[in-house]
């Protein structure tokens, strides 16, 4: 029997990796039902759709009888992460010719930011985060630009979950004030991280608007060079770059 086909696309691949996605959203677990919620398919549909992802590695069926996301899908991340990072360099090389501050561009995954691209400031003191490096979203600018995306009750529960250690005397520890910067990264429109995940260093950062997965671009240098005065000028420079790397990600 030829498969159904909509828009051009085969609909059973495109219920599937829509039932994938709404695992990711949801934490990574869910059962039948809460998926037939969330995705308006009848039961025996999204159980037919599980079987065979299961059956592929790509989901995992736990003892409770809920379904997780599978191990294979871990290559597939680590190979998409080194190719977003290979397409945003040439954009974060942009951004330190602009400001001259090291570029960082870093994704959320699960609890973590992992940082998967950065092109170092030309300067002799510079920040450098290494590739791969995964921290608590808490203290950093990506991290909070990201988080500001996110209800507050899913922040609060991220939180929850990791906790909130200081990485500096300048590390915001309480979950309501930190629901309050949020709300003023909202207004201002990008986050800023001063001091609080390494001191002496300030951060600037912006979400790339409608990409593909969470990602968030930032620069960090010395507070001596990263000042209020510098803000103003770097602030619309990172969302013209943030612009141009998510019209290159959407074709």
């Known amino acids: 029997m030829p498969a159904d086909r909509t828009g051009g696309g085969v609909q059973s691949l ?23 919620a969330s995705s308006g398919l ?24 809920r379904y997780a996301l599978g191990p294979r899908l871990i290559r597939l991340g680590e190979s998409a992460s080194k190719l977003l990072g290979t397409w945003a360099r ?17 994704l959320l995954d699960g609890d973590e930011v992992v940082y998967v691209a950065q092109v170092p400031s030309r300067h002799s003191m510079r920040m450098f985060t290494e590739v791969g490096r ?4 808490h203290s950093t600018g990506v991290g909070k630009a990201l988080l500001a995306q996110l209800p507050p009750e899913q922040v609060r529960a991220l939180l929850g979950r990791t906790g909130m250690p200081a990485a ?4 915001i520890t309480d979950p309501d004030a930190f629901l309050a910067e949020l709300d003023r990264i909202r207004g201002l429109g990008y986050a800023v991280d001063d001091n609080e995940q390494e001191t002496g260093v300030r951060c600037l950062a912006v979400t790339v608007p409608d990409s593909p997965t969470a990602a968030a671009i930032s ?5 001596g060079r990263v000042t209020e005065a510098a ?9 013209d770059v943030a612009q141009q790397l998510a019209r290159a990600l959407s074709t």
């Open 134 to 137: 995964r921290v608590l979203p």
């Open 231 to 239: 803000t103003d000028k770097i602030v619309p420079v990172l969302h």
């Open 90 to 106: 040439p954009f974060l090389a942009e951004l330190v010719e602009a400001t001259g501050e090291t570029a960082n561009m870093a």
């Open 219 to 223: 620069i960090s240098g010395p507070a």
């Open 168 to 171: 500096t005397e300048h590390t």
């Open 14 to 36: 495109e219920r599937a990796f829509g039932l994938l996605e709404r695992m990711a959203d949801a934490g990574g677990e869910v059962g039948l039902s809460e998926l037939s």
């Open 42 to 65: 009848p039961l025996p549909t999204i159980h037919r759709l599980m079987r065979t992802l299961v059956d592929c590695g790509y989901v995992r069926q736990q003892p409770n009888r």
